[in-house]
């Protein structure tokens, strides 16, 4: 499973990408909004610090201002995925960009048969929002589990991206329901290193080692 980074802050994108293993970053106007800088130029500037997918929003709820918008994000550079509102409008962008090789991540999906309409405009992800359903007292994992076989049934490309991750154990899940992405805030991407046996054990390691160089000196 790919992990992504759900930030536009350079910094926090930056100590993400120095472990080597954040395969992409997705981020939405509200993120940017909180940078306070240009929406393209940030989204260049994340561009400059990680070799991967880097997924940018439209705000337009129109088809044509979302295709025009979505043709001027992919401009940026090559590693821009267009994120798409799934709305009725927004399928329709999704296939006139597929048709000229833009690649796009439906975002706000929370039906299996919206992911369906997605993969059949040919989108490259769909990003189901698994927190956001939990918040609703619904299994947000369940909805990834029955995209995940929808697309296998049918042997469409679409990719499953687990988005709205709000803790370790999401991350686990998502992995386990097969999703292909799982992106996740930079607080919960720091949790997941973290086991108390991992620190107990460590530091009785090196407390030995510490006794043993006293015995010896």
Request: with cysteine; aromatic share 6%.
């Amino acid at each position: 499973m790919r992990i992504y980074i759900d930030s536009a802050n350079l910094e926090e994108i930056q100590q993400a990408a120095d472990f080597g293993i954040i395969d992409g970053v997705t981020t939405n106007p509200s993120l940017i909004a909180k940078e306070g800088r240009d929406h393209h130029d940030q989204i260049r500037a994340i561009c400059g610090i990680l070799d991967g997918d880097i997924s940018a929003e439209v705000v337009s709820t129109d088809t044509e201002g979302m295709v025009a918008e979505g043709r001027d994000l992919a401009k940026i550079h090559d590693s821009v995925v267009v994120k798409i509102p799934l709305i009725r409008d927004g399928i329709k962008a999704v296939g006139r960009l597929a048709s000229e090789g833009i690649r796009t991540n439906v975002t706000l999906c929370f039906s299996p048969l919206q992911a369906l309409l997605a993969a059949k405009a040919g989108a490259y992800l769909i990003s189901p929002f698994i927190g956001r359903l939990d918040d609703l007292s619904q299994d947000g994992m369940d909805l990834v589990r029955e995209i995940v076989k929808i697309y296998d049934n049918y042997g469409y490309s679409t990719q499953v991206l687990a988005a709205s991750a709000r803790g370790p154990l999401h991350v686990k899940e998502a992995a386990l329901a097969g999703a292909h992405v799982c992106t996740l805030p930079y607080k919960v991407f720091d949790k997941v290193f973290d086991h108390p046996l991992t620190e107990i054990g460590l530091e009785k390691f090196l407390a030995d080692y510490r006794r043993s160089m006293m015995v010896h000196a």
